[in-house]
């Protein structure tokens, strides 16, 4: 077999490409030729229609069928599935060293947009969403080994590197024949692992300076790949009249004689190997088998590991670990993908230690099988709202076990089109971690696995699936048909569930005990996911999704929804995790709040500014006017109406927000200088200057929007000035006054058309300076 680039070998066993933003796997996902072949991103399973094969030289055959292959349409950024004969597909994929695959100046790119399931071209970028593994390299990172070692774990080398260790250990307790010189030399012996490639730096060839190749290859325990730093020097372990040198100019090394050698190495704290601005480096071209001299950039690949020191340093991962190494990570996520890939009639290879998070279940707690009615009567939303909706997931008062095969089974005679349609997903925790979250490095630790919820195709029929982290038990339906189904579930256990008028407070004071480490709040607009430990001291429930659905009532009030025009379909979900990947708390689906900053099953919790900011972010028209007036003050809209409907505080007087941003803008400053809570002051100056329309305007604002033709909305969205004259011409109709000077007092320039539109309607001006300074 011949390798292409990044480690990828020409093979005939299947390989998987998974995202590193995501987890999930670049997949067919529909269809079976060229014609019809729909890609995009599912979790791993190990079906075929997730299978690629590398041919060395940057195809990427279909494991579903090999005469097509993943190819790219630069014009159009996308990737589609195309014929693998090579006059017919030219597109050649490379990993580089950002683990990107890229052709040419695009990368594979997994969208942001939820669900997350598309895939496409961009320009390259340093987003994790552009970062894919394959599932071979992540195996390079993966050992089935986890011995300890001086009361350490070899969490990267594997079990090949158990007996050197020990052996290394041994060295400085033995005694030797020899002088006293090869005796210290003897005792210092070490292997240099470089940390990109996880091989050993070594002279692969010849035994002299004459003769002599040097390079990388995999431990083997020969003197060959054994070295002794010392006074700067790298002396060889097969023979210690020889050491390594280095010819900057030529970027090459070599063995050459010690005695004759003036080259002066240190091994830094990083790992760099260097000499000057220079510094030992393994190129990332396949093979990868060559060794060089470069300029110092401290990157992985100029990393080296000393494999004495190596137990001090790496360890197994214990939930919370620090996130510095990136092999840690990458073992992790290895071990994640190779659970999800294994077939339910095996045991699982990596088990996980879920008692921290996200809990686990007494193996004394009675599983049971239930029949659920599954409603997907109705789908979707029947317009195009222009924000962000909630997903159709159905709570159950079930959970699966950590671990444990349970089975779905959907009616034998249910039409394969709609058992489509159904998704079986475990956990309600949709945050994916990486290296680069924000809470993750700021926090210093993985406080959970990067990864903890599983999503899973059904088919008519018995499904035998398993999860290996266990969670709350929840159904996901996608758009077709409009039907009901029934479904059972066996092999999992009850969980604490609440639903508003349905549940008695007699059933939930009994459930509220129950073992599943998560419980279920429902009521008409809102899902809570809760601890257990939590949920059991609600004594309330039924006041508790009262008070969220009334904050609901009002943030719809604002959008201007009535019998008319109905605000969305469907319910949001407010989880709580351990760690979520940036802030305390951040919008989306479903909505995640960090527990150690917010109990959502507190009674003060609904009426807190945190719940109407973070679901008043889904509810933004971002590129339609939102973002450009600020995304974090124009959602704080429905946090101060929220405050005022229910009477529960006044942040913007308690802040003295209203008095500092008047002296501000009388100082000069423009509106694209102000923060985000003076932002929001400019738009409630206005409200308060014009008490009877007040939050009316807003309103119609909301509903002018949702109002726009796909032309006009897209026409506004593109442009920034267009939206800066869209509002203003909105509030300046509705209040009945052009706001001209006041969107001139505040710096905000409206274009000479829009003016004149708004002058044509016969509007005065409205004062220009319309601050609450008192």
């Not at 137990?311 to 991962?317: E, L, M, P, V």
């Not at 039409?415 to 926090?443: F, M, W, Y």
């Not at 809760?530 to 059991?536: D, N």
């Not at 300046?732 to 409206?750: A, E, F, H, M, N």
Request: with cysteine.
């Amino acid at each position: 077999m011949t390798k292409t680039t990044h480690g990828l070998q020409a093979q005939e066993e299947p390989d998987y490409l998974i995202n590193q933003s995501t987890h999930t796997c670049l997949a067919v996902l529909g269809g079976t030729c060229p014609e019809d072949a729909v890609l995009g991103m599912a979790q791993c399973s190990g079906a075929r229609s997730q299978q690629w094969h590398s041919t060395g030289d940057g195809q990427w055959q279909w494991g579903g069928n090999r005469a097509y292959c993943l190819i790219s349409h630069p014009n159009k950024q996308r990737v589609e599935l195309g014929y693998s004969i090579s006059a017919e597909s030219s597109t050649c994929w490379v990993f580089d060293d950002a683990d990107r695959l890229v052709d040419g100046d695009l990368a594979l790119d997994v969208p942001w947009e939820s669900p997350r399931t598309g895939v496409g071209l961009w320009p390259k970028h340093a987003g994790n969403n552009q970062k894919w593994w394959s599932l071979s390299t992540l195996k390079a990172y993966l050992h089935e080994a986890e011995e300890p070692i001086n009361g350490m774990i070899i969490d990267i080398l594997g079990p090949q590197w158990q007996d050197t260790i020990q052996k290394l250990n041994s060295h400085s307790s033995k005694k030797s024949q020899t002088d006293e010189s090869s005796t210290e030399v003897e005792a210092e012996l070490d292997v240099f692992i470089n940390q990109s490639s996880l091989t050993c730096l070594a002279v692969t060839s010849g035994s002299s300076p004459q003769d002599a190749v040097v390079g990388l290859e995999s431990y083997t325990g020969s003197t060959r790949q054994q070295w002794f730093l010392k006074d700067g020097k790298l002396i060889w372990g097969s023979d210690l009249a020889y050491c390594l040198g280095l010819d900057i100019e030529k970027t090459c090394v070599k063995l050459v004689d010690c005695a004759a050698s003036s080259v002066k190495l240190t091994l830094d704290e990083s790992g760099v190997l260097s000499t000057g601005t220079h510094a030992l480096d393994v190129p990332w071209k396949i093979p990868r088998t060559k060794v060089v001299v470069w300029p110092k950039n401290g990157r992985e690949n100029q990393r080296w590991w000393k494999l004495s020191k190596l137990c001090d340093s790496i360890g197994h991962c214990l939930y919370p670990f620090p996130p510095s190494s990136l092999t840690l990570y990458r073992k992790e996520t290895a071990r994640e993908i190779i659970n999800r890939l294994t077939p339910v009639t095996e045991p699982l290879p990596y088990p996980r230690d879920v008692k921290t998070f996200p809990g686990a279940v007494n193996e004394a707690t009675p599983r049971l099988r239930k029949t659920l009615q599954l409603d997907l009567s109705t789908l979707g939303q029947t317009r195009n709202l222009r924000m962000t909706v909630p997903q159709d997931w159905q709570a159950t008062d079930l959970y699966v076990v950590p671990g444990e095969v349970f089975q779905v089974i959907l009616p034998d005679d249910l039409p394969p089109e709609q058992a489509d349609q159904i998704k079986v997903r475990v956990g309600a925790h949709c945050d994916c971690l990486d290296l680069h979250s924000t809470n993750v490095s700021d926090q210093r630790k993985f406080k959970r696995m990067p990864v903890v919820t599983d999503v899973f195709e059904v088919f008519p029929g018995i499904n035998s699936l398993r999860s290996q982290f266990g969670g709350s038990l929840i159904f996901m339906f996608e758009e077709g048909d409009n039907f009901v189904t029934t479904v059972d579930v066996q092999n999992v256990i009850a969980a604490p569930y609440y639903k508003l008028g349905t549940t008695s407070d007699k059933v939930w004071n009994r459930s509220k005990y129950l073992d599943a480490p998560n419980s279920v709040l429902e009521s008409d607009r809102f899902v809570l996911v809760v601890p257990t430990a939590a949920a059991s001291k609600i004594t309330d429930p039924q006041e508790l999704m009262q008070k969220y659905d009334r904050v609901m009532e009002k943030m719809d009030d604002l959008c201007g929804f009535g019998d008319t025009d109905p605000p969305p379909r469907g319910k949001y979900w407010l989880v709580e995790d351990v760690q979520i990947s940036c802030g305390s708390a951040h919008a989306g689906f479903p909505v995640m709040f960090d527990r150690q900053y917010y109990d959502l099953t507190s009674l003060d919790t609904p009426h807190h500014w945190v719940i109407s900011h973070e679901v008043g972010h889904n509810y933004q028209q971002g590129p339609y006017w939102s973002t450009i007036y600020g995304s974090e003050s124009t959602v704080n809209l429905f946090s101060v109406f929220v405050e005022e409907e229910l009477n529960t505080g006044n942040r913007l007087k308690k802040q003295n927000d209203y008095l500092k941003a008047a002296k501000a803008v009388d100082k000069g400053m423009k509106f694209e200088e102000a923060d985000c809570w003076q932002k929001l002051v400019f738009l409630m100056e206005i409200k308060h200057a014009f008490p009877e329309p007040g939050w009316e305007m807003f309103r119609q604002l909301n509903r002018t929007t949702r109002a726009l033709s796909e032309e006009e909305a897209q026409r506004i969205a593109s442009d920034s000035q267009h939206q800066l004259d869209y509002v203003y011409k909105v509030l300046s109709k509705r209040i009945g006054q052009d706001l001209i000077l006041t969107y001139k007092r505040w710096g905000i320039d409206v274009s000479q058309e829009s003016q004149d539109e708004i002058q044509q309607l016969g509007l005065k001006k409205a004062p220009g300076d319309l601050s609450v300074r008192s």
